[in-house]
């Protein structure tokens, strides 16, 4: 290689660097960004997972967050034995960034303020944490399938929220044929062979823990890249005697959407049943103080009727409480969490759904 090339390739690598500096101090000085690293990676069943044993952390003007991954890719402190403790409940909780409890310290998390909440000296209770960020039904569904139905639990929950419409269409794990529900693609890996690739190298960790331009960058072109996938799985699936979409919040619905995530909930229910446990969805609600879960069909909501922490939520929220942050993810607050929690628990004793394994302990 000639001295002169060498040259123009050195000049070239030191623009591009001399670039990603400028854009870098441009965006902390005037646009600071949230720093939200993604931890996933690929799993034997085909969808993404946590990556085991990962610890990294969250910044953004109002937290400061460090997650930590146990080896079976939950968030939590601790490893969990398959087989339940003499005299515990165990419930599953299963669903995306808001429930692995994205910007909330773990003990914040309304995974572990349940498990404080229903837990007695004479009835401990493990509350499994299986959330994955990005996740929607379909994903809930076979991690279940797949990882959580092998920790026994007495109670699965599978959380509901707006995004769950277009995660489940995209990720074409299951469709419908006709009424029917029907597996569809084998796997769905969005990304990951890249970023498994990508974090091998510890440039590229630095990158993406420190890097506000970086974050930027990937949250755009992730979030349109989802967006576009969505926008095809709609029309594949468009039926012509469908009506048009239905606005919910910043989301465009379509039937065909509302049919597929309705079938997949009645399905998630029937397989955990015949696992012999309990089953529940609980309904994350918009920040604008609305439900997504009233667009499903009215036998989905009369079969499955959501816990829901809305009544709490517009309470509160007309008291001044901030249940959502304003910066970041904009998830939960830990108000916010602890709401969910108490309508959760408050559910579970009203329904009596861990009697079974409070009479058998």
């Not at 085909?46 to 997650?67: C, F, L, S």
């Not at 998390?109 to 960020?133: H, I, Q």
């Not at 667009?295 to 929220?317: D, E, K, M, N, Y």
Request: charged residues 20%.
């Amino acid at each position: 290689m000639s001295s002169s090339l060498l040259g123009r390739i050195a000049r070239i690598a030191a623009l591009a660097l001399w670039t990603a500096l400028v854009a870098e101090v441009f965006v902390r000085l005037v646009a600071p960004q949230a720093l939200m690293p993604r931890y996933v990676t690929g799993t034997p069943s085909g969808i993404r997972g946590n990556i085991p044993n990962a610890t990294y952390a969250h910044v953004t003007p109002e937290v400061d967050v460090t997650y930590r991954i146990n080896a079976q890719g939950m968030r939590d402190d601790r490893d969990y034995p398959l087989a339940k403790p003499p005299r515990t409940c165990r419930i599953a909780l299963f669903g995306d960034s808001y429930t692995i409890g994205y910007e909330l310290p773990l003990a914040a998390t309304y995974a572990k303020r349940l498990e404080a909440l229903l837990s007695r000296p004479d009835r401990p209770v493990e509350v499994l944490n299986f959330g994955v960020s990005g996740f929607g039904t379909a994903e809930n569904l076979r991690a279940y399938e797949s990882i959580g139905r092998r920790f026994h639990p007495d109670l699965v929950l599978m959380q509901w929220q707006v995004t769950d419409y277009d995660d489940n269409s995209r990720a074409g794990l299951y469709r419908l044929d006709g009424d029917h529900l029907v597996p569809g693609r084998a796997a769905y890996l969005p990304g990951v062979a890249v970023q498994d690739r990508l974090m091998r190298w510890r440039l590229y960790r630095l990158l993406a823990d420190h890097s506000q331009f970086y974050n930027f960058a990937r949250e755009q072109i992730g979030w349109r890249g989802k967006q576009l996938l969505a926008l095809f799985s709609k029309r594949q699936a468009a039926d012509a005697k469908d009506g048009g979409e239905v606005e919910n919040g910043d989301y465009a619905i379509s039937p065909a959407q509302i049919r597929l995530s309705a079938a997949l909930l009645l399905h998630a229910r029937d397989v955990v049943h015949s696992d012999g446990a309990n089953f529940a969805t609980f309904d994350i609600p918009n920040r604008n103080l609305t439900s997504s879960y009233t667009l499903l069909p009215a036998s989905v909501q009369q079969q499955l009727p959501p816990i829901s922490p809305l009544a709490g939520f517009r309470t509160a929220a007309a008291g001044g409480q901030h249940l959502f942050y304003s910066t970041g993810a904009r998830h939960f607050t830990p108000a916010g969490a602890e709401l969910m929690a108490r309508a959760m628990a408050k559910r579970i004793e009203q329904d009596r759904l861990l009697a079974s394994c409070s009479a058998a302990s």
